[in-house]
């Protein structure tokens, strides 16, 4: 699927054969030769029209063949099986890429799946890239090249500029060019890819983070085909200071199936898609409104070093609902040291108090110098790398354009993101036009700058590499057959990969089963192994707190018999030391077909499906990137301790989840999952040791 | 506090005095003057000041003693200790109610606070109400009284209408205007009443909602020192079908700390107000954005009696998003029959499939009369009373104005509350025109649905009255003294107010405990109980599993020997059957000092505090509402059962809850906080028990 740099042709191509050109510039074959006379196209533009000799003024041809030289790109705005026709006509003409924007295929079920096929048969066998079908096209304002039929430039008149929006969706790449043109977002890329038989919003994102002139890239996703791609794309943007925000939609179950009926788009489990994006760097955005909305603070460059936030208002309501906001959106309030709020006292009214929030109180309407006094005092004295400017009302008798100026020179003297948020649109305009974002709703303001601060934390930390001795050895090729292997072979080969697991012995006799009960002391816990037993406490083949060598003898026997009786192979009878209490959290490792090696560590026991209190992580990486995910727990708290009782080991499930993470990415070709559950763990510095393991083999092994 | 009836004059006064009358209009004393001549007030205004004889066109007067008649209203346009004495003698005149507008009073501490004191004195003494002072004051634009300085109406025209907005914080009202107005909200009332010495944000609530013209109330607060009265407020709003929707500012602890400073606003714990809020039908909402944003769908007079909803769309990406808010709103999906889904294939494009959300595609630019079809479909077939329709694109070319009328035949037949999702103003405005609510955003389209229809089922409940039967018995006098009633008086106060508890014996000698063993069947739970050892465990002085009557009789005599050295009362040992394993609750009454009796429900054990999986609720209330206050604990889904566990007798805990709830109401005097934890909860029909019980006496008993 890697065709090496070959989509440039689609961004900036020499010629364009518009095939289905029409004269009337209101059609879909006739609107991109409008646009691109319009927006200063500077390649060859070949209409093709058997018709006619002559097309919005351009001399037209009656087909491919009669070009005289290979266009780098055709649009094929023709329908049905002629679009398949032309797209074969293309292949052979030598295009390198095609736009298809005729709807009727792949989306529309198998009969449109078979056409789909044939034209991108045809595409690869001659090595053109396929945009579509189903596609509204490909946008970009800097070569002029608007391939693309939305009436979107109709709508707002463009302005190239650092935003690119690459969507799967048409409708949506027009939306989100509307919502950021009407933010004042200049946008150089609009691309739309429908169906992606062939080139995948991924595919497109790699190629725009390479231009230059990209400073902001949106994305609309409905399924991610090739994470690969976009984890490349996503390299490539951090090293460039490129920040990336996504909507991927089909978020949840009802999301998915209405994401089915759309685009075919395949579904995955929504919180690996929030583990893949956040390894990458990649913000992932509720809906088109928020990923335009912080997108000003992105461009000024800002990339704050931490998330302590000063808010500033001429409104006490403002600082509550702002303090509210901040501790709901986790952002802590920057402190006001004892000096600080000396200075600070000085310069404010008498009523006000020297507090974060900061309330200016009303008196800003006759003291229009209260900004310039009280900035030095902040950029001096409180360490704060947001800043939240709130004037819910400042109308006549307000010198709005002053503070603007005061507020956009502490910004640029200190580098602190200020976004200011105002009920009115000439109070947002003054700020705007001191190059401050501004925003209609203090919460929307907030938000946008707490996304900004995690955002620049996840782009500091590039992914983590495994290093040489964090690969585990590959697995063995192992014997038998069957789904499961074994506990006892389960066990032995996380043990092998360095994961601590609980004192056993296989025992194939009763003799061995005595000795290992005096070998272990007991009691002992005693549960048959075998690959075709995985489920053994069901299947009553599991024995705790077996006290004396003469039980754990008969134990032995009554489990052997079990497994003789279910017709089950026989490992042997695992005779385990009893674990100590301690919390119980389970872990799991599986491959996903799209994402591939996945860690998942959660609260254990019987509860971890109904409560889901989980969270997932895409090896390879390190101990402290486990012991955040461990943060994010519900339980959290109680694992830190709680009413006396000591923290838990997690530097201890850490190390055990990276290992399980090197394990599940050496073996993945062999092994579909592993289950660890519980993995009993013990105060800090006491460890932590699995109890139960099953290994679920891969099903072509 | 109670002055029925006396808050007309502030809405509607037949005369109205300024004192510190100014003739510039741009002055506090001079702005109110002008909008009651712009906005038509009708009665008689009277300037007070005593350098002129005309301000702004009218006969001023030296002062209040000079006017020929008591007016009702008057504002106090002055500051300091002028607007002390002004108050003194507006109350000296005979004025209904005072409007003190100049701030330096109780909201800068101490010294002002006594001069606030004296105004209120002044105003009680006299039977006079005061709104203010530090307040923007008070607008009726049905009467044309605009005793208030605020710039908004210079801001954005007024125009009468069915809202009203009650305010603590003048900036506050002035933003919650602006976005109003900026939305189309036509708005009569806009009242704020700063340090609320004597009106409050509820008081002038009781008053507003008896208006006829008004059908929306939306309020800003930051504490509510009177709930009674905005009880008392949303009753008379429900009898009406007016909806009420509040900010209650100061959610978080940081909100508390920066509303302390703005206010002085007494802090309570913020759940509470969830609680009490939800109760009588006051929806809450986050900030002033949301406190407008489903203004139309209210005022469309919509009552939606179930959530459903169905979605039509032109985009299929807006159709996958619109799936994913409304399952993270909560709003289920409405099932399309097979006999509807036939005829809604047979009215959609052929590539179209009819589920919902409902995707038109993009066909709908060439086929005008797709809704005409489609509508009609929906109304016979679909069982839904929430629409959301999402237009992200549509511009030229596609027939808008007509759509708009489509959906608005839709809704008059079918009473189906519509929301429009447009990212184009234009569509928007279609849209409105066509008397439908619009939205840039879908999302806030959904969720102003799913809060309309949640609001509305709040509505429909009025609180529940305790009925006779429910009532618990007053607590007899207590004897002895000190903060706690010992366990076995609070097992059998509970016991008595019909709460299960554990099958126990208080045991005064070692011969009654072990008879108490011999008739409880061992093994038992011995406890000390003594008023002055609440914390029995800490203290040790309880022993779980005595296995036999010895143990029985000699752990009496340590618990009592324990108690005599720690010279603490003695009640006796209670000897306890040892409850069967179960699942823990925590159940628990207090006495909040301003909204009165409360009950918690919680996650038992000692995980409470640190997760705070807990859920409150305002008794009375009956067992259908414990019930569902029983659904909304995250643990949830472990009550209903999870891999084969019975589920639990939440009827039970329901019951007990409802007893518990009319206990704390029956001894709110006497009794500070109620502890039941654990209460263990068995299998469905199998009851829930109580096995400690602690009762906290309030500090004055």
Same mark, same amino acid.
């Given at each position: ?9 689609? +961004? ?77 006509? =293309? ?43 189903? =596609? ?113 939609? *089909? ?39 928020? %990923? ?37 959106? *986790? ?18 009214? &008498? ?45 006549? *008798? ?17 580098? =602190? ?41 996840? %782009? ?135 994402? &591939? ?19 997932? %992580? ?14 994010? +727990? ?26 399980? &993470? ?24 006491? *460890?932590?040791?699995? +109890? ?10």
């Amino acid at each position: 699927m890697t065709h090496a740099n070959d989509l440039h042709a689609a +961004l900036d191509p020499a010629s364009i054969a518009i095939v289905g050109a029409s004269d009337n510039p209101h059609k879909v074959g006739g609107r991109p030769i409008l646009y691109m006379k319009r927006y200063g196209y500077r390649g060859t533009i070949y209409p093709i029209n058997p018709a006619r000799a002559e097309v919005q003024g351009l001399k037209a041809y009656p087909d491919l063949a009669a070009l005289p030289a290979a266009p780098e790109m055709a649009i094929v705005a023709v329908a049905g099986d002629e679009a398949v026709r032309a797209v074969e006509a =293309c292949a052979a003409r030598g295009v390198k890429v095609a736009v298809v924007m005729a709807s009727g295929f792949g989306e529309v079920g198998a009969a449109g799946k078979v056409l789909q096929d044939r034209m991108l048969a045809a595409a690869r066998g001659a090595g053109m890239r396929m945009i579509g079908p189903n =596609c509204q096209g490909i946008a970009n304002l800097a070569s002029g090249t608007i391939a693309s039929f939305s009436t979107m430039f109709h709508e707002i008149e463009p302005q190239d500029g650092p935003v690119a929006i690459i969507s799967q969706s048409g409708a949506c790449a027009a939306a989100i060019y509307v919502l950021a043109r009407q933010r004042g977002l200049a946008v150089r890329h609009a691309h739309a890819t429908g169906n992606e038989a062939d080139v995948t919003v991924s595919d497109l994102a790699r190629e725009v983070v390479r231009d230059p002139g990209v400073g902001l890239l949106l994305l609309y996703l409905e399924a991610i085909p090739n994470p690969a791609v976009l984890a490349q794309a996503a390299g490539e943007a951090r090293a460039r200071d490129v920040a990336i925000v996504a909507v991927k939609a *089909g978020r949840t179950a009802s999301g998915q199936k209405a994401a089915s009926s759309h685009t075919g788009a395949l579904a995955s489990e929504d919180r690996v898609v929030d583990a893949f994006l956040a390894k990458h760097g990649i913000w992932r955005a509720d809906d088109p409104h928020a %990923l335009v909305s912080a997108g000003h603070l992105y461009l000024k460059g800002w990339r704050p070093k931490s998330e302590r936030i000063v808010v500033v208002s001429n409104s006490g309501a403002s600082c509550v609902m702002a303090a509210d906001a901040a501790e709901a959106f *986790g952002l802590p309030l920057a402190e006001i040291t004892p000096a600080t709020k000396e200075k600070m006292t000085a310069v404010l009214p &008498g009523f006000a108090t020297a507090v974060n929030p900061i309330d200016v109180t009303g008196a800003l309407l006759t003291d229009s110098g209260m900004f310039e006094r009280l900035l030095p005092v902040i950029a001096a004295g409180v360490d704060a790398d947001l800043m939240l400017a709130a004037l819910p009302i400042a109308g006549a *008798g307000y010198d709005v354009p002053r503070y603007a100026r005061e507020f956009a020179a502490h910004a640029a003297a200190t580098g =602190c993101a200020i976004a200011v948020a105002a009920t009115q649109a000439e109070v947002r305009r003054a700020f705007e036009e001191a190059g401050l974002p501004s925003f209609e709703r203090e919460r929307e303001a907030m938000q946008a700058l707490a996304q900004l601060a995690r955002h620049a934390a996840l %782009l500091r930390n590039a992914p983590a590499q495994a290093s040489a001795a964090e690969r585990a050895r590959p697995l063995p090729k192992l014997e038998g057959g069957g789904k499961f292997v074994g506990e006892a072979q389960s066990l032995a080969l996380l043990a092998a990969a360095g994961l601590s697991v609980i004192a056993h012995r296989l025992c194939t006799s009763e003799a061995e089963a005595r000795a290992a009960f005096a070998a272990l002391g007991g009691p002992v816990a005693i549960k048959a192994s075998s690959p075709d037993a995985p489920h053994k406490t069901e299947l009553g083949l599991v024995a705790l707190g077996v006290a004396d060598a003469d039980a754990a003898a008969r134990e032995f026997v009554r489990q052997r018999v079990g497994l003789e009786s279910l017709e089950a192979r026989f490992d042997g009878v695992i005779v385990a030391r009893m674990a100590k209490k301690g919390r119980e959290l389970a872990l799991g490792a599986r491959v996903d077909p799209q994402f &591939g090696p996945i860690v998942m560590i959660g609260d254990g026991g019987i509860y971890l499906e109904a409560l889901k209190d989980f969270v997932l %992580l895409l090896p390879p990486f390190d101990a402290a990137e486990a012991r955040a995910a461990l943060g994010r +727990l519900r339980i959290a708290p109680l694992l830190a301790g709680v009413r006396g009782e000591a923290p838990r080991d997690l530097d201890a499930v850490a190390q055990i989840a990276v290992r399980l &993470g090197a394990a599940i990415v050496a073996w993945q070709d062999q092994v579909a999952s592993i289950d660890i559950n519980p993995l009993m763990v013990y105060a800090a510095g006491e *460890g932590a040791v699995a +109890l139960d393991a099953l290994i679920e083999l891969a099903s072509d092994t």
